[in-house]
């Protein structure tokens, strides 16, 4: 008999759930969408997971680099993958799965034709634009990396880096990025010396748990905690909390025969969560999904039931914050 490939529709259904609380609202406010010759996640991949039992109602795409132009400008070139996916969310409008309603592009913050770039995405995006993420992860060890960040260093204390930041929030854009554990500190002086540009943390700053980190999770923990107390300090800050299951986090569910169980998933990594929401505020903070990264360990069933379970111990007004509140305010959904 063939192996069940990690990550695959075969491998994900050995576990499965009954959905908790399946009528409560979610906006999922970070997937991706690709066409690639590899691999590909489209609009039926998407309703295949947000439609597998949670009342997932509206999503946002975040940029990963798909359908970019091949011609024209270099710095242009990012529009096409506005164009590709405000195809995809105008069709998202037509069916009865979740809608795709806002997106999140990619630009160069630091050329000097940021505002073309703007006004590009803003066409393409038909309404649907509203910030980009020019992302900071920058790996220290990329050998054996699943995803490794490859941006120059320095790049959170560039003086043109930190003016097209604040170019965003002078056009009242949000500003995404990810990095890793590492460079949170970098990232809370970025935030503090540009206030006024709504910023959107991802994936609680990738604590490693792989290559010289694989052995040091309890000390990375101890100072991420601190580290993410520190960026909660400035009010411009707003905490995307998800995206903990890809397999550069290192807890090697992708390895595994099974994919894990909602009750394992809670064990593992609620602390994270829970950290962050008392340092943040609910207000500040929303779930995410980071599909179909996330999706080699785990499937979007399973994912949300763990979140539902993690938000269970706060007030229904913080439960709606997490599950879909904040996420509708900061990208302003409707």
Not at 79 to 99: L, N, Y
Request: glycine share 8%; hydrophobic share 35%.
């Amino acid at each position: 008999m063939a192996e069940i490939v990690p990550g695959s529709d075969e491998w994900l259904a050995q576990v499965s759930e009954s959905i908790i609380d399946p009528e409560r609202p979610i906006v999922d406010p970070h997937h991706h969408l690709w066409n690639r010759p590899s691999s590909t996640y489209l609009l039926e991949n998407l309703w295949a997971d947000t439609g597998s039992g949670h009342n997932v109602t509206k999503t946002v795409f975040l940029e990963c680099g798909a359908s970019y132009r091949e011609d024209g400008p270099e710095h242009l070139k990012p529009v096409g993958e506005t164009v590709f996916v405000e195809a995809i969310a105008s069709a998202s409008r037509s069916g009865e799965g979740a809608e795709i309603a806002a997106i999140v592009s990619r630009a160069d913050l630091r050329g000097p034709e940021l505002d073309e770039v703007l006004d590009a995405h803003v066409e393409a995006g038909k309404g649907l634009f509203r910030g980009i993420r020019h992302a900071g992860a920058r790996a220290a060890h990329p050998d054996g990396m699943f995803i490794a960040g490859r941006s120059p260093e320095g790049l959170y204390e560039s003086d043109a880096y930190r003016q097209g930041v604040a170019r965003l929030g002078e056009r009242g854009y949000t500003f995404d990025t990810w990095h890793y554990h590492y460079q949170n500190p970098d990232f809370r002086d970025l935030a503090a010396a540009v206030p006024g540009t709504t910023m959107i943390l991802n994936h609680f700053g990738t604590p490693l748990g792989v290559g010289p980190y694989a052995d040091q999770r309890e000390e990375i923990f101890t100072q991420w905690c601190d580290d993410m107390a520190a960026i909660a300090e400035c009010p411009n800050v707003v905490a995307k909390i998800g995206g903990l299951a890809m397999p550069d986090n290192g807890f090697g569910w992708h390895t595994r025969a099974l994919p894990p169980s909602s009750d394992e998933f809670v064990e593992a990594q609620a602390r994270y969560y829970h950290h962050t929401i008392e340092c943040f505020g609910a207000d500040r903070c929303m779930f995410e999904s980071n599909f179909p990264v996330d999706r080699f360990s785990l499937s979007y069933h399973v994912l949300w039931n763990g979140l539902k379970k993690i938000a269970a111990k706060y007030s229904e007004e913080e439960q709606t914050a997490l599950l879909s509140g904040t996420a509708s305010r900061v990208y302003k959904i409707e």
